[in-house]
T-cell receptor, first 112, second 113 residues
Framework: GDSVTQMEGPVTLSEEAFLTINCTYT??????LFWYVQYPGEGLQLLLKATKADDKGSNKGFEATYRKETTSFHLEKGSVQVSDSAVYFCALTRGQGGKLIFGQGTELSVKP | SQTIHQWPATLVQPVGSPLSLECTVEGTSNPNLYWYRQAAGRGLQLLFY??????ISSEVPQNLSASRPQDRQFILSSKKLLLSDSGFYLC????????????FGEGSRLTVL
């Protein structure tokens, strides 16, 4: 079945460091790919998305490119801030009523 | 604008007791509705989803059930809680025809003792 695998956390970085969180997926067909973020004590919110191969999603300085050849959707940010500390979830959907399949989440902690 | 409300925010229940978590959505009609569970240190698992009143699809066999008595109301229930039911439960909605963009509630933390 469809699945999403993320790099394990926690990831601890200093402020202004470069961030990469790896995400790979397994799915038939052409899924849409997403990154969601969960700040402490809150629900999830959509960070960015890409709906077809080679699309780049971007928001709040974060970027991810849909790579079909490597089945990946890695999240990057050039300079992280303390306020970026959160859990990041990679997810995919193939339609099916809008159901999302999530990865296990990667906790990011940014120190001043 | 659309909003989603989920309650209670925190719940501590003994093993064997019943459960009812409620979720309501405002500002939209005929949304798709979802219940996810986030166990400690693990990702999100889809438990149930609904595309309309009275229409419930279960993703995994378990001790829980869901109901949708009204268009914008989604309820997660159990008759007898197990220790393994502990976790963070998230309700979400989406616009039916669009895929993948879910809007989540703030979650309900359930601890079963």
């Amino acid at each position: 079945g469809d699945s999403v695998t993320q790099m394990e956390g926690p990831v601890t970085l200093s402020e202004e460091a470069f961030l990469t969180i790896n995400c790979t997926y397994t799915a038939t067909g052409y899924p849409s790919l997403f990154w969601y973020v969960q700040y402490p004590g809150e629900g999830l919110q959509l960070l960015l998305k890409a709906t077809k191969a080679d699309d780049k999603g971007s928001n709040k300085g974060f970027e991810a490119t849909y790579r079909k050849e490597t089945t990946s959707f890695h999240l990057e940010k050039g300079s992280v801030q303390v306020s970026d500390s959160a859990v990041y979830f990679c997810a995919l959907t193939r339609g099916q009523g809008g159901k999302l399949i999530f990865g296990q989440g990667t906790e990011l902690s940014v120190k001043p | 604008s659309q909003t989603i409300h989920q309650w209670p925010a925190t719940l501590v229940q003994p093993v064997g007791s019943p459960l009812s978590l409620e979720c309501t959505v405002e500002g939209t009609s005929n949304p798709n509705l979802y219940w996810y569970r986030q166990a400690a240190g693990r990702g999100l698992q889809l438990l149930f989803y609904s595309v309309g009143i009275g229409q419930i699809s279960s993703e995994v066999p378990q001790n829980l059930s869901a109901s949708r008595p009204q268009d914008r109301q989604f309820i997660l229930s159990s008759k007898k809680l197990l220790l393994s039911d502990s976790g963070f439960y998230l309700c979400a909605w989406s616009v039916g025809a669009r895929t993948g963009e879910l809007f989540f509630g703030e979650g309900s933390r359930l601890t079963v003792l």
